[in-house]
Nanobody, 126 residues
Framework: QVQLVESGGGLAQTGGSLRLSCAAS????????LAWFRQAPGKERDFVAA????????YYTDSVKDRFRISRDNAKNTLYLEMDNLRLEDTAVYYC???????????????????WGQGTQVTVSS
């Protein structure tokens, strides 16, 4: 198992910015591809962004492309999500996820990830 703990959520205005962090422990951090998902009220948990084991490749869902940036610092065992130009529809609980599966492509579904954080609330208001 690997333990994941999100932080950095809170309240932001439309057009504002937030930085989410996900601290990991328990295993070798660089062994895992990582991702951010989010779940808005009344909706299922959806993919947001993914990053490869050493940070060389990233992938984003269309709705956050050019606004969000996923990154990782393996020396600090930490995953980040920089969110800019926030919109009302970005309001959700944000989860970080890790997979130990060997893959050469990005995983974008919840069933493909093995470990999850507890989530951090992001609320965007006008």
């Amino acid at each position: 198992q690997v333990q994941l703990v999100e932080s950095g959520g809170g309240l932001a205005q439309t057009g504002g910015s937030l930085r989410l962090s996900c601290a990991a422990s328990g295993r070798t951090f660089s062994a895992y591809a990582l991702a951010w998902f989010r779940q808005a009220p009344g909706k299922e948990r959806d993919f947001v962004a993914a990053i490869s084991r050493f940070g060389g490749r990233t992938y984003y869902t269309d709705s956050v492309k050019d606004r969000f940036r996923i990154s990782r610092d393996n020396a600090k065992n930490t995953l980040y999500l920089e969110m800019d130009n926030l919109r009302l529809e970005d309001t959700a609980v944000y989860y970080c996820a890790a997979t130990g599966r060997d893959t050469t492509v990005f995983f974008t579904t919840i069933s493909q990830y093995d470990w999850w954080g507890q989530g951090t609330q992001v609320t965007v208001s006008s």
